[in-house]
């Protein structure tokens, strides 16, 4: 996952973490995640999946992983319970040894790491013969509080479609079984799980998608005052009914596979 692009907890929490608390809870029954044993969590964040799996089992253990020290310390901070265990590491190559943990999971992390395939099959290594490896992404149309965000950047400024499409992978359906079918795992489910993000007003949307976090963030950062403007003012019209500010909800949807380990 880009450091640069998600370095702040805070900045995650506002734009992503409140999302990701909503879908821990349908990724965890779909990926169905044992009562006891050792689970790892690849790209943990600022633990919204650790904190569901934690409060649902009392007997199984959980490690953490990140690449961004911020996020680990964060977890360090936030959690205190001695079943959980926070690494700062590299998906590309998890410090455990071959068949280490029961289950391998990973909440919309994939999207962003490069030679995902790498990734993957770090995920298959660390599991035993048995386990579960399971992962979710969001999906290309989705996500629409994103989508309508850079729907409207790119008709002020064409340029946007490269940050819009920059580091998405794993984004359409059939790409995350694929991938799990070819680095060797059985059983191969793929599904869709859908949220409603509900927000309390338009800043509620539209600050977080601006304050440096995510692709919005970066690409935001970079326009000249003027620009900004003219984005908050189209992104406005277009949600907002007869420009009443207000509670509204966007959908989204996200991509969710599990596999077994052979043996």
Sequence with gaps: MPVA?????EGYEHIMGRWTSKLAPLFLDFAGVQKTGTVIDVGCGTGSLVHEFSSRFSKAEITGIDPVQAFIDHCRNRF???????????????????????????VLALMFIPHVDKAAREMRRVTKPGGTVAACTWDAEGLRMSAIFFEEAIKLDRAAQIKADKLRQ??????????????????????????EMDFKSFDDYWLPLTEGAGPS???????????????????????LTNNVDGPFSLPAKALAVRGKVPG
């Excluded at 692009?5 to 907890?9: I, V």
């Excluded at 205190?80 to 391998?104: C, I, K, V």
């Design 170 to 195: 794993l984004n359409h359906e059939g790409q995350l079984a694929d991938l799990w079918t070819k680095i060797g795992l059985r059983h191969v489910v793929e599904t869709e799980l859908d949220i």
């Design 217 to 239: 963030g970066v690409y935001f950062s970079e326009l000249p005052g003027h620009h900004r403007e003219n984005l908050r003012i189209r992104v406005r019209e277009r949600l």
């Design 5 to 9: 692009m998600f370095s702040s907890p």
């Design 80 to 106: 205190h319970d001695p079943r959980m265990t926070f690494t700062l590491g590299n998906a590309l190559q998890l410090p455990y040894p071959d068949g280490h943990f029961e289950q391998s999971l990973s």
